[in-house]
T-cell receptor
Framework: DGGITQSPKYLFRKEGQNVTLSCEQN?????MYWYRQDPGQGLRLIYY???????QKGDIAEGYSVSREKKESFPLTVTSAQKNPTAFYLCASSVGVRAATEAFFGQGTRLTVV | QQPVQSPQAVILREGEDAVINCSSS?????VHWYRQKHGEAPVFLMILLKGGEQKGHDKISASFNEKKQQSSLYLTASQLSYSGTYFC???????????FGQGTILTVHP
């Protein structure tokens, strides 16, 4: 079945460590997105990519980095520079920008700093 | 900038109606609506495009005022399964960046 997969579901990180969240899709979508979800703040855009080897900063990119070396993969690294990384992270993909189609979401990764 | 949703929360009894609003300060190409149950991924409800085209579920309706950059989601004859957090997402005309609002929490009681 086609879909978008995030792993792991739960992740614990010690302060000062970098950690990478995985996002893979087999929908042949060009566009991929990373969002952070905190209570009362909705879904805030971290990074997005419209095509392989290209990505753009979203509204809260500081302390995060991404890569898009393959169409199906868009990993997110939470660096030690991110001051408050504990949150629920959602990855999404869509056919492409201006494609007028829905975005598909993964099941999310809950990151906790201990 | 995130689109602004209102109200922040709604409490209904089964069978009652609700309207959720979404507004943006930018000219929009499309507006998306999603519903999220606690701890789960958001699920697509509807997309509205500049020019009037709509795609989505049969039992949900929405409107898009292109001049005001506002959209409304209409939930009629609510059911218990409608409970969840509703998000609007907007894609501006000028670039392909899908940004979501802060969400509206809908609770339907028997």
């Amino acid at each position: 079945d086609g879909g978008i997969t995030q792993s792991p579901k739960y992740l614990f990180r010690k302060e000062g460590q970098n950690v990478t969240l995985s996002c893979e899709q087999n929908l042949n979508h060009d566009a991929m997105y990373w969002y952070r979800q905190d209570p009362g703040q909705g879904l805030r855009l971290i990074y997005y990519s419209q095509i392989v080897n290209d990505f753009q900063k979203g509204d809260i990119a500081e302390g995060y980095s991404v890569s898009r070396e393959k169409k199906e993969s868009f990993p997110l690294t939470v660096t030690s520079a991110q001051k408050n990384p504990t949150a629920f992270y959602l990855c999404a993909s869509s056919v492409g920008v201006r494609a007028a189609t829905e975005a598909f979401f993964g099941q999310g990764t809950r990151l906790t700093v201990v | 900038q995130q689109p602004v949703q209102s109200p922040q929360a709604v409490i209904l009894r089964e069978g009652e109606d609700a309207v959720i609003n979404c507004s943006s300060s930018k000219a929009l190409y499309s507006v998306h609506w999603y519903r999220q149950k606690h701890g789960e991924a958001p699920v697509f409800l509807m997309i509205l495009l500049k020019g009037g085209e709509q795609k989505g579920h049969d039992k949900i309706s929405a409107s898009f005022n292109e001049k005001k950059q506002q959209s409304s989601l209409y939930l009629t004859a609510s059911q218990l399964s409608y409970s969840g957090t509703y998000f609007c997402g907007t894609e501006p005309e000028s670039y392909g960046k899908l940004t979501f609002g802060q969400g509206t929490i809908l609770t339907v009681h028997p």
